[in-house]
């Protein structure tokens, strides 16, 4: 399976911005569908972001359209995300997943599409 490990969470005011970054391990990341899921205490797990190997594709859920952006270095095996105008509701740990290898018809936003994830990484935005 392919490793995942998230850096970049930490404690920010509302109206920073962060940036996460998801390292993946083996030699098979530029053939992945990538995305970030986030939970907050008590609540499910979301959709946050998710990004294609095919070069252009990406989405966001409504809560973080025109606030994140999503953009992976297939040199470095890296995902990362960009958070700006941070809001407290965006506190949540965030995690890092990937999908199945050149997939065409990725759901993105539905968790069962991803068969690695990272640890987290816990993203605090204070009011």
């Known amino acids: 399976q392919v490793q995942l490990v998230e850096s970049g969470g930490g404690l920010v005011q509302a109206g920073g911005s962060l940036r996460l970054s998801c390292v993946a391990s083996?030699?098979?990341?530029?053939?992945?569908?990538m995305a970030w899921f986030r939970q907050a205490p008590g609540k499910e797990r979301d959709f946050v972001s998710g990004?294609?190997?095919?070069?252009?594709?990406?989405y966001y859920a409504d809560s973080v359209k025109g606030r994140f952006s999503i953009s992976r270095d297939n040199a470095k095996n890296t995902a990362y995300l960009q958070m700006n105008s941070l809001k407290p509701k965006d506190t949540a740990i965030y995690y890092c997943?990937?999908?199945?290898?050149?997939?065409?018809?990725?759901?993105?936003?539905?968790?069962?599409?991803?068969?690695?994830w990272g640890q987290g990484t816990q993203v605090t935005v204070s009011s």
């Open positions: 997943a990937a999908g199945r290898i050149f997939s065409t018809s990725t759901r993105y936003a539905a968790s069962s599409e991803y068969d690695s």
């Open positions: 083996g030699r098979t990341f530029a053939g992945l569908p």
């Open positions: 990004i294609s190997w095919r070069p252009g594709y990406t």
